[in-house]
C-alpha cells in the first residue's frame, strides 16, 4: 500500500510503538494522522497530526472517534489499533474487574473498530488497511501471565477468522511483536503487574525499529508482522522441542514466585 496521501488513525499514540508510528508515518507527503490517546501532551504539535482524547475501553468514544475523522479527513484510510493495556500476574490473583478492563481494551475496541471500519467502506471502492497490535505472545505460551495472553489470543483468532469478510480492496494486517523495550528491568514492579520474564526481557525491540518493521509491511501488502528479531526462533524452539519449553515454563514460576514475594 502505497502511504502517501492516506488519511491515518492510530491508537495507542502517546507511547511506545503507537508514538512511533504516528512520528514516522507523518513525515510521508499528504498524510493525515488523528493520533488517540489519554495523555494529549505526549502528541507533538504539527501540521498534519490531530489529538484526539478517548477511553477505547468505551463503544460510545470509538463511534465518537470515527465521526470525528469524517469530520476532520472526510474518511479513513489506515485505522492502526494498537492501544492495549499490559497486565502481568497470575490468574489466582486477578479480579473480575481486571478480567472486564483488559478484555474490553485489548480485545473489544479492536473488534469493535474493524467494524466500523467495513461499515464505513461497505459503499466505497477506495483501498483501506485495518492493522491490528496483537503480540507474539498469542504464538507463544508463557507462564506468568495468562490473562493477558488471553486477550492477544483472543485477537489472534478474530484476525483469523474475519479475513473472510473483508472486501477486495480491503486489508486487515495483524502485528506480532514479542516484547517492546519498557521502562522496567526484569522483575520490577511485581506488585502491580509490570513483571518481565527472562525471555520477553531478551527479546525487548525498541518501539521504533518496530514501527519501521509495521511500515515496511504495511507498505509491502503483508497479512502477518513479526517485528521482534528472534521471535520465529524462540516460537520455533519453544513450540517443537518440549523439554525447552518445560524447562523455560519451570524456571519462569520460580523467578516469579520470588519476585512477587
Known amino acids: 500500500m502505497d502511504i ?15 508514538q512511533q508510528l504516528m512520528l514516522l508515518l507523518s513525515r510521508y507527503e499528504g498524510t493525515k494522522i488523528i493520533a488517540v490517546g489519554r495523555q494529549m501532551r505526549h502528541i507533538p504539535i504539527a501540521m498534519n497530526i490531530i489529538p484526539f482524547k478517548a477511553e477505547l475501553s468505551e463503544e460510545k468514544d470509538i463511534d465518537a472517534l470515527f465521526d470525528f475523522a469524517e469530520k476532520e479527513m472526510g474518511g479513513i484510510d489506515i485505522f492502526i489499533s494498537n492501544a492495549g493495556t499490559f497486565y502481568f500476574n497470575t490468574h489466582e490473583k486477578a479480579q473480575w474487574n481486571d478480567f472486564e478492563n483488559i478484555f474490553k481494551t485489548n480485545v473489544f475496541a479492536s473488534i469493535y473498530a474493524t467494524k466500523k471500519m467495513l461499515e464505513l467502506h461497505k459503499k466505497s471502492a477506495n483501498e483501506f488497511l485495518v492493522a491490528i497490535t496483537v503480540s507474539g505472545l498469542a504464538k507463544l505460551p508463557l507462564p506468568g501471565n495468562p490473562v493477558y495472553m488471553g486477550t492477544k489470543s483472543a485477537l489472534d483468532g478474530f484476525i483469523q477468522g474475519v479475513r473472510f469478510e473483508f472486501p477486495p480492496q480491503g486489508r486487515l494486517l495483524g502485528i506480532y511483536p514479542i516484547g517492546v523495550k519498557r521502562s522496567h528491568p526484569v522483575g520490577e514492579g511485581a506488585k502491580n503487574g509490570k513483571r518481565t520474564t527472562f525471555l520477553h526481557y531478551l527479546l525487548q525491540t525498541p518501539p521504533r525499529e518496530v514501527a519501521r518493521t509495521i511500515i515496511r509491511g504495511i507498505e509491502r501488502n503483508k497479512k502477518n508482522i513479526y517485528p521482534t528479531p528472534l521471535a520465529h526462533a524462540a516460537v520455533y524452539l519453544l513450540n517443537t522441542f518440549p523439554f525447552i519449553s518445560n524447562w523455560y515454563s519451570r524456571a519462569t514460576t520460580k523467578q516469579l514466585s520470588t519476585t512477587a514475594g
Not at 4 to 18: D, E, F, L, M, Y
Open 4 to 18: 502517501q496521501n492516506k488519511r491515518i488513525v492510530i491508537t495507542g499514540a502517546t507511547s511506545g510503538i503507537g
